[in-house]
T-cell receptor, first 115, second 114 residues
Framework: DAKTTQPNSMESNEEEPVHLPCNHS???????IHWYRQLPSQGPEYVIH???SNVNNRMASLAIAEDRKSSTLILHRATLRDAAVYYC????????????????FGAGTILRVKS | DAGVTQSPTHLIKTRGQHVTLRCSPI?????VSWYQQVLGQGPQFIFQ???????GRGNFPDRFSARQFPNYSSELNVNALLLGDSALYLC?????????????FGPGTRLLVL
């Protein structure tokens, strides 16, 4: 079972920011928080990852709580192309943790973007 | 540059038949992983291969098998198909297959078992 909890679905208006939450209360000290998304009829694609500090890239920002038990993926201006299922995944960089080298997906959050 | 490619894109089989799905990783990537995604759920890990050797296996029956070839492409085989095997089968590749790396997914093969 995935070690993360996400809302089933969220809705946003186009051009507005979206905050996608993820709870991971059992995160270990070495786990990185990764986000992938899956657009309709496509395979998942990497979005962003972080350990402790907030992270930014061209796709999104990742805000990590100080206790690391939760995080938020931020899309600064949602577009219709951002409508997808967003997955929050924990990964141990050593590969020695419970899940080894594989990705363990939960059900994710379905993001709907309204025009 | 070409991404991960999978073939066929769609497939219809009947119960009891056998199926072979194919995956070509990104050029230079030596690790391939397979995932099964049932409708409405996240992908579930089936196998990981690195340098032609199995590196990991998920909780799937022995009807599922895979192999990796010298050119790093891979095949997933499923014997004695069941209705419950209907799913999207995803292939992902990475350079070394470690958990430090991003996995790059193909578009998947959608299998329907009747």
């Amino acid at each position: 079972d995935a070690k993360t909890t996400q809302p089933n679905s969220m809705e946003s208006n186009e051009e507005e920011p979206v905050h996608l939450p993820c709870n991971h209360s059992t995160i270990s000290g070495t786990d990185y928080i990764h986000w992938y998304r899956q657009l309709p009829s496509q395979g998942p694609e990497y979005v962003i990852h972080g350990l402790t500090s907030n992270v930014n890239n061209r796709m999104a920002s990742l805000a990590i709580a100080e206790d690391r038990k939760s995080s938020t993926l931020i899309l600064h201006r949602a577009t219709l192309r951002d409508a997808a299922v967003y997955y929050c995944i924990l990964r141990d960089p050593t590969g020695l943790g419970e899940y080894g080298n594989k990705l363990v997906f939960g059900a994710g959050t379905i993001l709907r973007v309204k025009s | 540059d070409a991404g991960v490619t999978q073939s066929p894109t769609h497939l219809i089989k009947t119960r009891g038949q056998h199926v072979t799905l194919r995956c070509s990783p990104i050029s230079g990537h030596k690790s391939v992983s397979w995932y099964q995604q049932v409708l409405g759920q996240g992908p579930q890990f089936i196998f990981q291969y690195y340098e032609k050797e199995e590196r990991g296996r998920g909780n799937f029956p022995d009807r599922f098998s895979a192999r990796q070839f010298p050119n790093y492409s891979s095949e997933l085989n499923v014997n004695a198909l069941l209705l419950g095997d209907s799913a999207l089968y995803l292939c992902a590749s990475s350079l070394w297959g470690t958990s430090r790396e991003t996995q790059y997914f193909g578009p998947g093969t959608r299998l329907l078992v009747l």
